[in-house]
């Protein structure tokens, strides 16, 4: 996944703290055409946070978010839904409307930002849904029938309506056993291939990092070191050491080597 040097996503000088407590101090990250960027850290270290501040859940102290080569905080509303329109979002627990069904949570930013007669709207749900590899008897089904699997599958089929270039990841293996896990990645991956996205991953999942991440960004002492994959593992950075090499890591490899 060799990056094309176009700039899809940068983040400058990102300063968030709450009361006394720093989270981000200058931050910066720029991630490229169709990278799969794994953003790793510590608890309590603001991935989160830091999501929530590109994504403008959260508003920084100082900095700035640029998507596509434009500043945010410099868009007009019609021109921020512009942006908003280009990416996709999947949240740690799913976030699905209970009340609505799989291909009603589909079809709805469908129905906000196109305008699509009815039958349209369920054909190209229904797409979307049979492209995350859901049965088509999912799509009747309201959230709370569906399992840990089949929750994330239906956050990503309602990320991908509209057909973004840009995917905003957080968490998406979590909860899941090995199994489920290693579906998902083979999904992100067979998605990242065909439809050659640009992702950007939140994540503690080092076989996902492993799996499908070419660059990753690890937030250490409220900044951020970037560098592909291959590279990060070998950064002196004590916490960095220990999450690449550390106990947790060993396992993995002898697990793979058994």
């Not at 996205?197 to 990092?209: A, P, Q």
């Given at each position: 996944?060799p990056?094309s040097?176009?700039v899809?996503?940068e983040v400058?000088?990102?300063v968030?703290?709450f009361?006394?407590?720093?989270?981000h101090?200058?931050?910066?990250?720029?991630?490229?055409?169709e990278?799969?960027?794994?953003?790793?850290?510590?608890?309590?270290?603001?991935?989160?946070?830091?999501?929530?501040?590109?994504?403008?859940?959260?508003?920084?102290?100082?900095?700035?978010?640029s998507?596509?080569?434009?500043?945010?905080?410099?868009?007009?509303?019609?021109?921020?839904r512009t942006?908003?329109?280009?990416?996709g979002?999947?949240f740690?627990?799913?976030?699905?409307?209970?009340?609505?069904?799989?291909?009603?949570n589909?079809?709805?930013?469908?129905?906000?930002?196109l305008?699509?007669?009815?039958?349209?709207?369920?054909e190209?749900a229904?797409?979307?849904i049979?492209?995350?590899?859901?049965?088509a008897?999912?799509?009747?089904?309201y959230?709370?029938?569906?399992?840990g699997?089949?929750?994330?599958?239906a956050?990503?089929?309602?990320?991908?309506?509209?057909?973004?270039?840009?995917l905003?990841l957080?968490?998406?293996?979590?909860?899941?056993?090995?199994?489920?896990?290693a579906a998902f990645?083979?999904?992100?991956?067979?998605?990242?291939?065909?439809?050659?996205?640009?992702?950007?991953?939140?994540?503690?999942?080092?076989d996902?990092i492993?799996?499908?991440?070419?660059?990753?960004?690890?937030?250490?002492?409220r900044?951020?070191?970037?560098?592909?994959?291959?590279?990060?593992v070998?950064?002196?950075n004590?916490w960095?050491?220990?999450?690449f090499?550390?106990?947790?890591?060993?396992?993995?490899?002898?697990?793979y080597?058994?």
């Amino acid at each position: 996944m060799p990056q094309s040097g176009r700039v899809i996503l940068e983040v400058r000088g990102l300063v968030n703290h709450f009361g006394a407590q720093v989270v981000h101090d200058g931050l910066d990250m720029q991630v490229y055409a169709e990278d799969v960027f794994g953003i790793v850290g510590g608890s309590g270290a603001g991935k989160s946070v830091l999501l929530r501040s590109i994504l403008g859940l959260e508003h920084p102290q100082s900095g700035t978010v640029s998507i596509g080569g434009r500043d945010l905080a410099r868009l007009n509303y019609a021109q921020l839904r512009t942006v908003k329109a280009d990416y996709g979002v999947t949240f740690q627990a799913g976030a699905l409307y209970s009340a609505l069904t799989v291909l009603q949570n589909v079809q709805f930013p469908m129905i906000e930002h196109l305008q699509l007669p009815a039958q349209a709207l369920d054909e190209l749900a229904m797409l979307k849904i049979r492209l995350v590899g859901l049965p088509a008897d999912a799509a009747a089904k309201y959230p709370a029938q569906l399992s840990g699997g089949m929750v994330k599958r239906a956050a990503l089929a309602r990320a991908l309506a509209l057909d973004p270039q840009l995917l905003f990841l957080d968490e998406p293996t979590s909860g899941l056993d090995p199994i489920g896990a290693a579906a998902f990645d083979d999904l992100l991956h067979e998605l990242h291939r065909q439809l050659r996205l640009t992702v950007v991953m939140i994540t503690h999942d080092l076989d996902s990092i492993f799996r499908n991440c070419n660059r990753v960004g690890v937030i250490v002492d409220r900044r951020m070191e970037v560098d592909t994959l291959a590279r990060i593992v070998d950064h002196p950075n004590p916490w960095i050491q220990a999450y690449f090499h550390g106990e947790r890591a060993r396992a993995r490899e002898e697990g793979y080597g058994a």
